[in-house]
């Protein structure tokens, strides 16, 4: 997962740009960058938080009227500084620079074919084999371009692309699976991943990037073009079940109220005898004020957050995620002990988070522990920007519900169901559930 900001203005926005990213970091943590321009693109990225890559002094030298920036959670490719983003490469046209949000299901091929031509990849990111694509296929015209590599990448991607021709172009793959918005302040633009950067920008919201569109912005003006309108939308659910801010609205359908009637029905197709309500915080807390509404069990704050640790699941290894839970979490003993609780997450990946909590929660004198999950069990992997790429690692990929509740030891255990998580939406919302259903908008064997 990554988050991706776009602006088109007069002015220096260097600074809009960093505190975007900042607004963004939720969706990945292990290294970020920005590149700007007035005539020549210059560039800075590292490893770690918006906060620590950048300072006053970097920050002055990226001075620039047009800009994009990038925080990475790693899908494809190591962690490293190599692979962090934006990438910026030469072509015909000059320079180029380009963000990337998603994955690639068909790199490995279009990469060994570019390889076979003799280019050389400086990266083992996806996002470099979008960037030698424009390039091949510019002639005159950068949107032709980007339509015909388009043509040959398959998969999720929300791009934002700034060229030396001072213009801004964002992209979103047919399917929509990322998010793209645009937003106005005054006569610049913004385009990001969420509209909580327009909103700290203090602009606003204008609307979704379409799945299949390019909007290009130069001289104030915005043209978009479409280069395919076959697909069925499916904006990936896990956006509004785990990854996005509750204060973002994608696709016309507001997270935290969708999180919230997910707890509702939730309540409605599990309900439980239990003294309290505790949400895992933070991305659990919409879905426990929806389960303790409908179930009229009070809501408590029973798990108190460390806020300078990051998420504990955007971790690359096993055993970092796991002192990352204990680290997160602490039970409140004075609201916990001797109660029946009713403990409500977004989801379950591995199990690691639901064991560890289980266990505090026990030890701090809880006297049941019952989980309820406002997301269906995640039995297959995703193929489209989520870091859950072998089915072997999903705990309800190999084992029932009754044998996980064994394993993570709680009292009870129940999921949403399918059905659920489509009465939690807006009408006509189309999501990709395939990681609950194994139905690929895009079939991932295509090579
Ligand atoms: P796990 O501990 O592996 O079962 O992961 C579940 C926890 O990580 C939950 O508390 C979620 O809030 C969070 N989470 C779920 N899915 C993801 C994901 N794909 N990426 C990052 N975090 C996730």
């Not at 007069?10 to 809009?16: A, N, T, Y």
């Not at 620039?64 to 990438?87: K, M």
């Not at 309108?229 to 896990?238: A, N, Q």
């Not at 019952?370 to 190999?398: E, M, Q, W």
Request: charged residues 25%.
């Amino acid at each position: 997962m990554c988050g991706i900001i776009g602006i088109h203005s007069k002015q220096d926005i260097s600074k809009d740009l960093y505190y975007g990213l900042f607004s963004l970091q939720h969706r990945g943590q292990e290294s970020c960058g920005i590149a700007t321009m007035n005539e020549k693109i210059k560039q800075y990225k590292g490893m770690g938080l918006v906060s620590d890559v950048f300072n006053a002094n970097t920050l002055n030298e990226l001075q620039g009227n047009i800009g994009i920036g990038h925080v990475r959670y790693s899908t494809a490719g190591g962690s490293n500084e190599f692979n962090s983003q934006p990438l910026v490469g030469s072509f015909k046209k000059g320079k180029i620079a380009l963000a990337h949000n998603g994955n690639l299901i068909n790199k490995s091929i279009l990469k060994e074919r570019l390889e076979d031509e003799g280019l050389i990849f400086h990266t083992t990111i996806d996002s470099e084999v979008i960037l030698y694509l424009i390039a091949r296929y510019y002639k005159k015209n950068l949107i032709e371009a980007i339509k015909k590599a388009m043509k040959f990448i398959k998969g999720a991607y929300s791009l934002v692309i700034m060229t030396e021709d001072k213009e801004l172009i964002a992209v979103r793959d047919p399917n929509g699976f990322r998010p793209l918005l645009l937003g106005k302040r005054d006569d610049e633009f913004i385009v990001s991943s969420e509209n909580v950067s327009i909103d700290i920008l203090g602009g606003d919201f204008v609307r979704d990037i379409a799945p299949g569109e390019i909007l290009h912005i130069k001289d104030g003006k915005e043209t978009s073009y479409f280069y395919d309108e076959k697909e069925e939308k499916s904006t990936c659910i896990f956006e509004h079940i785990y990854f996005s801010r509750n204060d973002a609205t994608i696709d016309c359908q507001n997270v935290y109220e969708f999180r919230v009637k997910s707890g509702e029905i939730l309540a409605k197709e599990f309900p439980c005898d239990a003294d309290i309500v505790i949400p895992v915080p933070d991305s659990g807390w919409a879905g426990a004020i929806g389960y303790s509404n409908y179930s009229k069990i009070p809501l408590k704050e029973g798990l108190v957050k460390n806020r300078y640790v990051g998420r504990t699941f955007i971790k690359p290894t096993q055993r970092e995620r796991e002192i990352g839970v204990r680290l997160k979490l602490n039970p409140l003993k004075e609201v916990v002990e001797g109660k029946r609780v009713v403990l409500i997450d977004d989801s379950i990946v591995r199990g690691t988070t639901s064991k560890k909590l289980i266990d505090s929660l026990r030890k701090a004198g809880a006297k049941e522990v019952h989980l309820r999950i406002t997301s269906p069990p995640v039995k297959y992997s995703c193929y489209f920007g989520i870091d859950t790429p072998r089915r072997r690692n999903l705990i309800a990929s190999n084992n029932s519900i009754d044998e996980i509740k064994s394993v993570i030891k709680a009292d009870s255990l129940a999921f949403l169901s399918i059905d659920g998580l489509k009465q939690s939406s807006i009408k006509d919302f189309k999501f990709c559930k395939a990681c609950f259903d194994g139905n690929y908008p895009v079939d991932p064997v295509i090579l």
